[in-house]
């Protein structure tokens, strides 16, 4: 049976089970089946694929897993939220969507000290994911704590080495700090040296400075 006619019946299964247990006068016993069946219901339905012409070689694709774990939240109190999304998270770590759904979570809480720990953990998990990285930094930055965000940059450089956004960002945060010259000068050469960009920027700063004097 093709996989979209599968998640079709699981996400029409889904929600006949959450109306039953909405309306049922044992809500606790038949809740709990129900998350019961949301777990299988992730459990065995696959995020792996294989790569056409490899059978070594797969991909991940979490996006019915997302539509049934957000599906699940929306039928939990919100102060179950952040336990449940950690449950979930911990079950499927490479999941970069599920994982910014948290940050976003503890975020919108005003939770920033789990945001930082949950951040930092999900660089781990994903080191490719760019937004983690982004989220982790902007939360040491928010907590004053200088010198993780330099080592936050400088594990994030290793993972993503050719990505001008993060180069940018920490060539500003450097500048915003009172950097020497030469360090930044450094930071710049290092771009050069590896055939990342840094015009876009430049531009943009000698655009501010021909403005300022016209």
């Avoid at 449950?87 to 930082?116: D, G, T, Y």
């Avoid at 080495?161 to 700090?177: I, R, T, V, Y």
């Amino acid at each position: 049976m093709r996989s979209d006619i599968v998640q079709k019946i699981w996400m029409d299964y889904l929600v006949f089970a959450n109306n039953r247990a909405a309306g049922s006068r044992n809500k606790v016993q038949e809740f709990k089946l129900f998350t019961d069946l949301v777990n299988r219901c992730l459990v065995t339905v696959p995020a792996r694929y294989p790569i056409p012409f490899s059978s070594a070689d797969y991909w991940s694709n979490y996006e019915f897993h997302n539509r049934v774990i957000f599906f699940y939240l929306s039928c939990v109190p919100k102060t179950q939220h952040s336990k449940t999304l950690e449950r979930f998270c911990s079950a499927m770590p490479a999941n970069s969507r599920l994982a910014l759904r948290l940050l976003q979570h503890e975020w919108e809480e005003s939770n920033v000290q789990i945001l930082k720990l949950q951040a930092k953990m999900f660089t781990y998990n994903i080191p490719t994911c760019l937004a983690t990285w982004k989220i982790a930094i902007a939360a040491e930055i928010a907590l004053k704590g200088q010198r993780e965000v330099h080592r936050l940059y400088q594990r994030a450089l290793q993972k993503l080495p050719l990505c001008a956004s993060l180069w940018k960002d920490q060539l500003l945060f450097e500048a915003s700090e009172g950097g020497k010259t030469d360090n930044l000068r450094k930071l710049v050469s290092k771009c050069q040296e590896i055939g990342v960009s840094l015009n876009e920027l430049l531009n943009l700063n000698s655009n501010k400075t021909e403005s300022k004097n016209l």
